[in-house]
């Protein structure tokens, strides 16, 4: 069985930093490329960024600059650093498999997330 578990979430005030960590299990973690994701209150869930095996990334224009991607495959973990943040930074952090979704028990499988708040 998949895991993704996600962790590293809080309040923050803007301009402030967090680093978000997400453990994997169930999956052979180094031939995946990593995503991240979020769902701020009311809006869709919308990509973040990622980074492939060979670790180049990619980021959504809103984050740009300000948040960085990277992985340890030794210890199939994903981190997001997030500087420079906004109150519409405020979401639910998700990682995943990118850019396909993992699949399991013929759904998507998305672990519990991590909730950031940016509010002074």
């Known amino acids: 069985q998949v895991q993704l578990v996600e962790s590293g979430g809080g309040l923050v005030q803007p301009g402030g930093s967090l680093r978000l960590s997400c453990a994997a299990s169930?999956?052979?973690?180094?031939?995946?490329?990593m995503g991240w994701y979020r769902q701020a209150p009311g809006k869709e869930r919308e990509w973040v960024a990622a980074?492939?095996?060979?670790?180049?990334?990619n980021y959504a224009d809103s984050v740009t600059g300000r948040f960085t991607i990277s992985r340890d495959n030794a210890k199939n973990t994903v981190y997001l650093q997030l500087d420079s943040l906004k109150p519409e930074d405020t979401a639910v952090y998700y990682c995943n498999t990118h850019p396909s979704i993992v699949r399991q028990n013929d759904m998507d499988y998305w672990g519990k997330g991590t909730l950031v708040t940016v509010s002074s």
């Open positions: 169930g999956i052979i973690f180094r031939i995946n490329a």
């Open positions: 980074i492939s095996t060979g670790y180049r990334t």
